[in-house]
T-cell receptor, first 113, second 113 residues
Framework: DAGVTQSPTHLIKTRGQQVTLRCSPKSGHDTVSWYQQALGQGPQFIFQYYEEEERQRGNFPDRFSGHQFPNYSSELNVNALLLGDSALYLC????????????FGEGSRLTVL | AQSVTQLGSHVSVSEGALVLLRCNYSSSVPPYLFWYVQYPNQGLQLLLKYTTGATLVKGINGFEAEFKKSETSFHLTKPSAHMSDAAEYFCAVSRYGNNRLAFGKGNQVVVIP
């Protein structure tokens, strides 16, 4: 049974560029959440998708957007990249929106130069 | 808003000794509390969670945590550390168990042979 898979694992972008990160949830899960983990910090909630809609959003600007597809996979898009966007981006899946029991992928490490 | 505080970013413990990681929370509503562990090059994994009911919660790998409302704490313990316990540990809180978790900064545990 495959767990949560994320791609790419590492990527380097320059300021002002745009990036798309992808996530496939654990089999049987229908909800995807995205977190940003800066170096030396705990993960911070970006947003959550359920039934192809953004259901909850953390304190992140509109440059951060996402999408969920009918097969429950998800994308995170970040526009107009800033140096401060350099971080590990974690995708987490669950069965339902209100469990707190999240299964995390290994993350996508984004470096912005 | 919900938040958690974890003091001491790095914790060293001798093999066979008690592991104690402290977590204090702030919540405007009855909290749901979690401990997650992150092993090197792996995604975060749920160790245990507190929702309601019994205040002593047992998790995987011999870990347990006790919810103390009067102290707003949810400290994690393991009686005897093993080399395989070397990892980063995160305490988290959410409202009503939803997936918008607020994480602490984490404790990096080093086990000394």
């Amino acid at each position: 049974d495959a767990g949560v898979t994320q791609s790419p694992t590492h990527l380097i972008k320059t300021r002002g560029q745009q990036v798309t990160l992808r996530c496939s949830p654990k089999s049987g899960h229908d909800t995807v959440s995205w977190y940003q983990q800066a170096l030396g910090q705990g993960p911070q909630f970006i947003f959550q998708y359920y039934e192809e809609e953004e259901r909850q959003r953390g304190n992140f600007p509109d440059r951060f957007s996402g999408h969920q597809f009918p097969n429950y996979s998800s994308e995170l898009n970040v526009n107009a990249l800033l140096l401060g966007d350099s971080a590990l981006y974690l995708c987490a899946s669950s069965w339902g929106q209100n469990t707190g029991e999240l299964f995390f992928g290994e993350g996508s490490r984004l470096t912005v130069l | 808003a919900q938040s958690v505080t974890q003091l001491g970013s790095h914790v060293s413990v001798s093999e066979g000794a008690l592991v104690l990681l402290r977590c204090n929370y702030s919540s405007s509503v009855p909290p749901y509390l979690f401990w997650y562990v992150q092993y090197p090059n792996q995604g975060l994994q749920l160790l245990l969670k507190y929702t309601t009911g019994a205040t002593l919660v047992k998790g995987i790998n011999g870990f347990e945590a006790e919810f103390k409302k009067s102290e707003t704490s949810f400290h994690l313990t393991k009686p005897s550390a093993h080399m395989s316990d070397a990892a980063e540990y995160f305490c988290a809180v959410s409202r009503y168990g939803n997936n918008r978790l607020a994480f602490g900064k984490g404790n990096q545990v080093v086990v000394i042979p």
